[in-house]
């Protein structure tokens, strides 16, 4: 069964049919810039851009960098232009792509959802919290394989800085940090993560979970297991396959 996922982020829009049996892309991604400023009517044409370039006429999973309740993008608009808040973004994109039925839903949960059935968290019970490193910083919490939708734990508030302005894959290229000093900050950001939910395992996904092996072992003193994601920077297309394969 293949399902369209698409994965909106504070840089690219990218997406791809999903085979949901092998939780994997069915054919190469593609990708476009989010576009400046980044407001609903102009991401909602490159995530257009991105269905078409398939061909694609089925249901369609999107992912939002931020809180999403019944398809609404309410509360926050993390990296995206703020105007995004309170947002009917399932009719707005619905809409856009011609009437086809559209999903959507936070993008570490998705990416979560998908690690906990076909990657890195498969089978684990527990506490598991993934964290996905990128524009910004975003979180999944399962408790048992329940998802706690709606994290935002990149928002906490970490020495006086809000921790995905110092912890996040931009803040490591805009201050030009070494792999080595760059995992010292996620490595306190884990930490107090760790404070506040004691989980048994910490997936780290996003685009570095490809090169994990450049600041993971430089990461201690963290108590739970740590692992990179296992679908890396293509969890939350396949995660936002699976939500729009239930419709909800």
Known sequence: MQIFGVDIGGSGIKGAPVDLDKGDLARERCKV???QPSTPDAVADGVKEVVDHFGWTGPVGVTFPGVVTDGTTIRSAANVDKSWVDTDARVL???RLGGLPVTVV???????VAEMHFGAAKGRRGTVIL??????IGSAVFVDGVLVPNTELGHLELHGHEAEKRASSKAREDHELTWEHWAHRVQKYLAHVEMLFSPELFVIGGGVSRKSEKFLPHIEGIKAEIVPAQLQNNAGIVGAAMRAATGV
């Open 93 to 95: 994109l619905g809409d």
């Open 33 to 35: 810039l989010t576009p």
């Open 106 to 112: 936070n993008d570490a949960d998705a990416a979560g």
């Open 131 to 136: 964290l996905t490193f990128g524009t910004g």
